[in-house]
């Protein structure tokens, strides 16, 4: 197998950064074996590429986060068995494409206040020569508020909503997490929020209905700090 990456770093006159990372790698493997069925013999070629840029900035009261992505799979399986003086040869080749964009923006409201809102674009495109075909466009927007409200009281209240174009469906997941310091030496904290996620992209070319994987959290502690 051979690999490479590459990175590089820029500050910005403001105190920003922007930063770069790529890599690449090939690999070629085969594995053999003999038993009662006969000779088998898997080759495997694979290729991945992967590159991700950052930005960070900030202007005036304002704290800007840019990143993006992209990834790129392929993977070539060989079946090769050999059995009484017969061959049966077949092929997998899997192709998987992914490409990542998210952007937030925060800003201090007062000393013990901070507000965030971002998007988040998430492409995958998947495909073999089995006929599996799938390409799903996620968008996702978001709003997060850091509140300390004394010395003993905080909270964080947040909310995220989601759009799949392959299921063409859209989910809300409110987050709330409260902390109460009761003591120098004690801390109790509470947390809810609903999660969603597609299901994995190996159930989705089947015919049944499909929706979001949900899941609802609640959690809480209470934490002594021996120090």
Known sequence: G?????????????????KYYGSYDQNKMAVRAENELGKQQINLNAHNTFHTLSYREKVG???????????????????????????REFDVNEKGNYFNLKGIVDRKLG?????????????????????????????????????????????????RTEHSSFLDKSNFAPRLALAYRISPNWT???????????????????????????????????????E
Do not use: C
């Open 2 to 18: 051979i690999g490479a990456d590459a990175n590089f770093r820029i500050k910005t006159k403001n105190g920003g950064m922007l």
């Open 61 to 87: 009261k304002y704290g800007l986060n840019f990143s993006t992505s992209i990834a790129n799979n392929q993977n070539d399986l060989n079946f090769d068995l050999q059995q009484d003086q017969t061959t």
């Open 111 to 159: 000393v013990k206040t901070i507000v965030r809102a971002g998007f988040e674009l998430n492409n995958a495109s998947e495909s073999n020569n089995f006929n599996k075909k799938y390409r799903d466009l996620i968008s996702s927007f978001f709003a997060e508020s850091d509140w300390s409200l004394s010395n003993h009281f905080s909270a964080k209240l947040g909310l």
């Open 188 to 226: 109790t904290s509470f947390a809810y929020g609903l999660f969603y996620q597609n299901p994995e992209s190996k159930y989705l070319n089947s015919d049944a209905a499909m929706t979001f994987q949900k899941a609802e959290n609640y959690i809480f502690q209470l934490q002594r700090n021996s």
